[in-house]
C-alpha cells in the first residue's frame, strides 16, 4: 500500500504533519478527515505529490531534491541492527518496517522506511523496494540484502551488516573524537603564526630598517614574508576560494578522481595505508557475500561498488574478468599487486578447503586490527607532531628577531 506525507490541520487549528498509507491520495484525504483533519497537502512518501508522479514519469523538481533527506550512516546502522531483531524474532518484513517507522527517530527517517514498507506491501523484494533510496541504502547493502533473500537468511546477513556498521561507526567517533583537540591546535597554532607575522615581525622591522643596518639573511627573509602576507592576503583568499571549489568539482570527474586515488595509493606510507584500507573493507564485504550465498562473480562487483577509491575499483573489475575466464581468484589478485601477501594466503586456503566466506572474514579481522594499532599510533603523533612544528616556526621568527638586537650589542660593545 502506498505511503503518503501529509500537512493537515486539527480541530484547533494547529498545523500538524505525519505519514500515512492508504490505497490512493483521495482514500488517504478520505481517512484523515475521519481522524478529524482538515488535510492542506498530501504528496507521495517518494518526494513527489501524486499528481505530479503521474504527470511527470521519474522527473524530479528542484524543490523535491532539496527538500528530500537520506538517512544517515547512523541511522542505518540502528534500522539495520533493529530490523534484523525484529526479522529473528519472525516478524515479516513491511510489518517490521512500519513498525520502526512507527517507533520515532527524525520525519525523513519515518518516509523513507515507509516508502520502502509500501514498496514491499506491493509485492517488491526488500532489496528492489531500497533500490528506489540509493542514498539511503548504499550499492553493496543492497547487494548484501539481495544476497540474504536469495539464500533465505536474510535476519542473518542484516545482522553481519549491523556489526559491520558498528564497527566502521565506532572506529569513525573514535578518530573524529581524537581529532578534536589536534584540530584546535592546529587552529591556535596558525593565528599565532599569522600574528606574528602580520604584526610583530612589521614592527621590529621598522625599527631596525631605520637604522640602516646591513640585517642578517635570516631576518630580511622573514620581513619579505611578512609584507608579502600582507600585501597579498586578499590575492591568497581569492586563490583559496577559487582552487578550493575546483578541487572539489574537479575530484568530482571520473578520470580525474581514479588519477588521484591512484597517485595516493603509490604515495609512501600513506599509500601502504590506504591499500591496506582498502583491502580490509574488500575483505569484509566478500565475507559477508559470500558467506550469504553470493556468486562469487557478483560478490566481486558488490565489493567493488563498496570502495570509493577509483583504482582499486578498476583493479577489482579487472579481478572479475579474470575470475569469470576461469582464474583461481586469489590468483587474479595476486596479479593486481595491491592486496597484502597474508590476505592473499588466507585466500587461497579458503579456496582449496571451500570456506572461502570464512578465510575472507577473518583476513579482514586481521588486516582491521592492524589498521585500528596504525591509526592509534599516528593519532598519538599527531599531538606532538604539531606542537614540534610549531615550536620549530616560533623559533626561526623569534630568531629572526634576536639576530639584529645581537647584531646591535656586538657593533656597541665594539
Same mark, same amino acid.
Given at each position: 500500500?502506498p505511503?503518503?506525507?501529509y500537512e493537515?490541520?486539527?480541530t484547533?487549528g ?7 498509507t492508504?490505497d490512493?491520495e483521495?482514500a488517504?484525504?478520505?481517512?484523515l478527515?475521519g ?10 512518501a517518494?518526494g ?5 508522479a503521474?504527470?511527470?514519469?521519474d522527473r524530479?523538481s528542484?524543490t ?9 550512516s547512523?541511522e542505518?546502522?540502528?534500522v539495520t541492527?533493529?530490523?534484523s531483531?525484529l #526479522? ?6 513491511? $510489518?517490521s518496517?512500519?513498525?520502526l ?7 525523513h527517517?519515518?518516509? *523513507?522506511l ?6 514491499? &506491501?506491493?509485492g517488491?523484494?526488500? &532489496? ?8 539511503s ?10 544476497a ?19 564497527? $566502521?561507526q565506532?572506529?569513525r567517533?573514535?578518530?573524529a ?5 589536534p584540530?584546535?591546535l592546529?587552529?591556535?597554532?596558525a ?6 607575522? /602580520? ?6 622591522a621598522?625599527?631596525?630598517?631605520g637604522m ?5 639573511l #635570516?631576518?630580511?627573509?622573514m620581513?619579505?614574508? /611578512?609584507a608579502?602576507?600582507?600585501a597579498g ?6 586563490g ?7 578541487? *572539489? ?11 588521484f586515488?591512484?597517485? #595516493?595509493?603509490r ?13 580490509a573493507?574488500?575483505?569484509?564485504t566478500m565475507?559477508?557475500l559470500?558467506?550469504?550465498g553470493?556468486v ?6 558488490a565489493s ?6 577509483l ?12 575470475v ?20 592473499l ?20 579481522d ?9 591509526? /592509534? ?7 606532538p ?5 610549531l615550536? #620549530? ?6 630568531l ?7 647584531q646591535?650589542?656586538?657593533l656597541?660593545?665594539?
Amino acid at each position: 500500500m502506498p505511503a503518503f506525507e501529509y500537512e493537515a490541520l486539527d480541530t484547533r487549528g494547529k498545523k500538524s504533519k505525519g505519514l500515512i498509507t492508504a490505497d490512493s491520495e483521495l482514500a488517504a484525504r478520505r481517512e484523515l478527515r475521519g481522524r478529524a483533519l482538515a488535510p492542506l497537502a498530501i504528496r507521495s512518501a517518494h518526494g513527489r505529490t501524486p499528481a505530479a508522479a503521474a504527470a511527470g514519469g521519474d522527473r524530479v523538481s528542484l524543490t523535491d531534491r532539496l527538500r528530500r533527506q537520506d538517512l544517515s550512516s547512523r541511522e542505518l546502522m540502528l534500522v539495520t541492527r533493529q530490523l534484523s531483531s525484529l #526479522l529473528g524474532a519472525g516478524m515479516p518484513v513491511a $510489518e517490521s518496517l512500519g513498525l520502526l517507522a512507527r517507533q520515532g527517530g527524525r520525519h525523513h527517517m519515518k518516509r *523513507v522506511l515507509m516508502a520502502v514498507r509500501a514498496r514491499v &506491501s506491493e509485492g517488491e523484494r526488500l &532489496s528492489a523496494a531500497m533500490d528506489g533510496f540509493p542514498a539511503s541504502f548504499p550499492a553493496v547493502y543492497r547487494a548484501m540484502v539481495a544476497a540474504g533473500e536469495s539464500a533465505g537468511g536474510l535476519e542473518h546477513v542484516l545482522e553481519r551488516l549491523a556489526d559491520y556498521l558498528e564497527k $566502521e561507526q565506532a572506529v569513525r567517533n573514535r578518530i573524529a573524537g581524537a581529532l578534536v583537540y589536534p584540530a584546535v591546535l592546529s587552529v591556535v597554532a596558525a593565528g599565532v603564526v599569522v600574528t606574528l607575522m /602580520s604584526f610583530v615581525v612589521p614592527r621590529i622591522a621598522e625599527q631596525f630598517t631605520g637604522m640602516g643596518m646591513n640585517l642578517p639573511l #635570516l631576518t630580511r627573509i622573514m620581513i619579505g614574508l /611578512s609584507a608579502g602576507l600582507q600585501a597579498g592576503w586578499p590575492f591568497i583568499l581569492a586563490g583559496v576560494a577559487v582552487l578550493v571549489p575546483a578541487a *572539489v568539482i574537479g575530484l568530482r570527474q571520473t578520470a580525474v578522481r581514479a588519477a588521484f586515488d591512484g597517485a #595516493l595509493a603509490r604515495m609512501p606510507l600513506i599509500g601502504s595505508f590506504v591499500r591496506k584500507v582498502e583491502a580490509a573493507r574488500f575483505a569484509r564485504t566478500m565475507g559477508i557475500l559470500v558467506e550469504s550465498g553470493s556468486v562469487l562473480p557478483d560478490a566481486l562487483r558488490a565489493s567493488a561498488r563498496a570502495t570509493g577509491n577509483l583504482a582499486f575499483r578498476s583493479r577489482i573489475a579487472a579481478v572479475v574478468k579474470d575470475v569469470e575466464t576461469g582464474r583461481g581468484l586469489s590468483d587474479a589478485l595476486r596479479a593486481r599487486s595491491w592486496f597484502p601477501s597474508l590476505m592473499l594466503f588466507m585466500i587461497a586456503a579458503g579456496e582449496r578447503s571451500g570456506a572461502l566466506g570464512e578465510m575472507f572474514r577473518r583476513a579482514a579481522d586481521q588486516m582491521e586490527q592492524e589498521i585500528d594499532g596504525a591509526v /592509534s599510533v599516528g593519532l598519538n603523533l599527531l599531538e606532538p607532531g604539531i606542537i614540534l612544528v610549531l615550536g #620549530l616556526v616560533v623559533v626561526v621568527i623569534v630568531l629572526s628577531i634576536l639576530l639584529p638586537i645581537l647584531q646591535l650589542n656586538t657593533l656597541a660593545l665594539g
